[in-house]
């Protein structure tokens, strides 16, 4: 048996083990059911074949490859590994040292034998990054449920969706919020108060009128003095806002958006043509676009855009953004995702 120190491999490190012909939907599938943010690709005597990353996966998304596609063309054949014999002080530099949130374990066989996580081996980072919540909207298209309650306090498990929200971001770092709020927004200030429930900061942007999903920021004062995440109220999902603002950072953007793919498949077979020359068929093909997920990080310059008070909503933000040559970047995410629009969308989340 591996030297290892059991104390230092996360326990159920074997759910993240997949075959070299796994299709991108399960490599997807793994990543969501183990949350390590990694897919070991192994043989089937657990010799180590390679990994997939987040960013693996994110990228590939970013190339339009299908949900039934291989994973072979985005393993990474060459991960960094460790030996079962290292120990804490050196697996805690060697990660750090290369930036590497998951480090599999392999023996003189390279056979994998274990893995290692970042956040299991340090405590979370404590971010100062303001986080703004849209929770202002009226929620017509959920009516009757809102006729008395503000969309963002709809109940999901037991708790309303800005809870959830609020739990998630804390979790990862996060302390200081700003709720934008209009539509029976006394209920929210009474209901999350100043924070102090959860160990937070919270503070709030009272809108006077529906200013949409980005108009609320030109309310802000004083303006943010690092990049921020504004996340809208109704979005359910497990997305990571420590990892989208580090990928936003990284890249040195000005605005980044979380998108997720969407397909939609033809109910028809399509005929290709030029004229009246038939010049290929297609099946029911799929098309698949990216949607916008309501998860945004913005430099604080992006609110030059704005002026104070006025209707916004964050696509033309970014059409802004985008005409002033400034950099605005997706983050494809893959993690469980639900917009609470419809009613329909709050069943669908309740259940799930």
């Given at each position: 048996?591996?030297?290892?120190d ?33 897919v070991?690709?192994?043989?089937p005597?657990?010799?180590?074949l ?14 339009s490859m ?7 063309p ?15 002080e050196?697996?805690?530099?060697l990660m ?31 971010h100062?990054n ?50 934008a ?31 949409g ?30 990892d ?19 397909e ?21 093909p ?6 916008n997920?309501?998860?945004?990080v913005l ?15 964050m ?17 494809p ?20």
């Open positions: 048996m591996p030297n290892i059991e104390s230092l491999t996360t326990e159920s490190w074997g759910k993240a083990i997949l075959p070299v012909k796994a299709t991108l939907q399960q490599a997807i599938s793994k990543l969501d059911e183990t949350a390590f943010q990694i070991i690709v192994t043989a005597d657990r010799t180590l390679g990994t997939l990353t987040d960013g693996d996966i994110r990228r590939g998304l970013l190339r299908g949900m039934d596609d291989s994973i072979e985005i393993i990474n054949r060459e991960p960094l590994v460790a030996p079962p014999s290292l120990g804490r050196s697996v805690l530099q750090q040292a290369n930036r590497v949130h998951q480090l599999p374990i392999v023996d003189e066989n390279r056979h994998v034998v274990g893995l290692y996580l970042l956040d299991e081996l340090i405590e979370p980072v404590q100062s303001l986080m703004i919540i849209m929770a202002g909207g009226q929620g017509t298209r959920l009516r009757p449920h809102t006729k008395n309650c503000p969309k963002a306090m709809l109940l999901i498990n037991g708790k309303p969706m800005l809870e959830h929200i609020i739990e998630s971001a804390k979790a990862e770092g996060f302390q200081r919020f700003i709720l709020v209009h539509y029976l927004g006394n209920m929210i200030e009474e209901y999350c108060g100043d924070g102090r429930r959860w160990n937070v900061q919270i503070d709030y942007l009272r809108e006077e009128s529906p200013l999903t980005a108009g609320g920021l030109s309310l802000l004062n004083p303006r943010p003095e690092t990049p921020f995440i504004v996340s809208n109220a109704d979005v359910i999902s497990s997305i990571g806002y420590d989208i603002l580090n990928y936003h950072c990284s890249h040195g953007a000005s605005a980044t958006m979380a998108v997720r793919v969407h939609w498949q033809h109910p028809f077979g399509v005929v290709r043509t030029q004229g009246v020359k038939i010049v290929g068929f297609e099946e029911k799929i098309v698949r676009n990216h949607i997920a309501g998860v945004y430099n604080p310059d992006a609110l030059d855009t704005l002026k104070t008070g006025e209707h916004c909503d696509p033309t933000l970014f059409s802004r953004l985008q005409g002033s040559d400034a950099q605005t970047i997706v983050y995410i893959h993690e469980p995702w639900i917009d609470v629009g419809r009613i329909d969308d709050l069943k669908r989340a309740q259940s799930e």
